[in-house]
């Protein structure tokens, strides 16, 4: 299939994608959704499961950043310009347990803010990468920035919306959810590049698994009686972001092989 038609299929799954999430009643926040089913305090720290189970975000954001720099993983990457691309991914990982840590000590619409905007950086930036390793590497930092910009304008304009009592999060829904439909589309068209199967399977799938966790909350807690499905919903979504490095490791080890071969 020649690039040309590649692109269009791509653009307009996208176009397909934002006409959808337009032509969507408005969504407003859901004032409910900060009554989480877990609210026990414990060492002084309200919601307290809640808000330490975004440890492990900060040690696998730390974790990512330090061997995407690290000199001996240089051939990992197609170019510095990946490698760039990579550290934003596993920097907003680290920003998401801070800003998701800080969410939960005292939900509301304001500080549910701190917990958005690092995870819009995650997604658009790691569609950044996926963009840049398998169509092309030229533009790279330009999907960067223009991707990033519509992921924290998607959260700013909720949180005005929210302000002058017109709440909309359809903008918000559609960064979060349309690379669940771009990214594979861009996998089977372009089946060149870096290695990232089986892990980018996890990836998807412990997202999945995060969202359903965070759905059923409250049934989870009774349920389970000591852990509640939004906890839950946090150790999988970082079994998600684990995934992502696990791609670079599993890459470092291939490439470990060849030279070893060679």
């Known amino acids: 299939m020649k690039d040309i038609y590649k692109v269009l299929i791509i653009i307009g799954l996208t176009l397909a994608a934002a006409i959808y999430t337009a032509s969507l009643h408005r969504i407003p926040q859901d004032a409910s959704y900060h009554n989480f089913a877990d609210g026990r305090s414990f060492l002084g720290i309200n919601n307290f499961w809640n ?9 696998i954001g730390f974790s990512g950043v330090f061997f995407v720099i690290k000199k001996d993983n240089r051939n990992v990457f197609k170019s510095p310009g990946d490698r760039f691309l990579w550290i934003c991914v596993f920097a907003g990982i680290g920003c998401v347990g801070l800003g998701s840590a800080y969410y939960h000590l005292s939900p509301s619409n304001i500080t549910l ?3 958005r905007l690092p995870m819009t950086i995650v997604f658009m930036s790691f569609t950044a990468v996926i963009i840049s390793e398998r169509i092309s590497s030229d ?25 002058i009592g017109e709440g909309d999060l359809r903008l918000y829904a559609f960064v979060q959810f349309a690379p669940m439909i771009i990214l594979p589309a861009i996998l089977l068209l372009y089946r060149k590049g870096p290695a990232l199967f089986p892990d980018l399977a996890g990836v998807f799938l412990f997202y999945v698994a995060a969202k359903l966790a965070e759905h059923y909350d409250a049934a989870i807690y009774k349920f389970m009686g000591f852990v509640s499905g939004h906890t839950i919903k946090h150790f999988a979504a970082s079994m998600a972001v684990f995934y992502m490095l696990k791609i670079l490791v599993r890459r470092k080890k291939v490439t470990f092989s060849v030279e070893s071969i060679n």
């Open 113 to 115: 803010v701190w917990d």
């Open 51 to 59: 808000v330490v189970s975004n440890l492990p975000f900060l040690i």
């Open 139 to 163: 533009p790279g930092w330009l999907f960067l920035v223009a991707l990033n910009g519509l992921g924290v304008y998607s959260v700013r304009y909720w949180q005005h919306s929210e302000m």
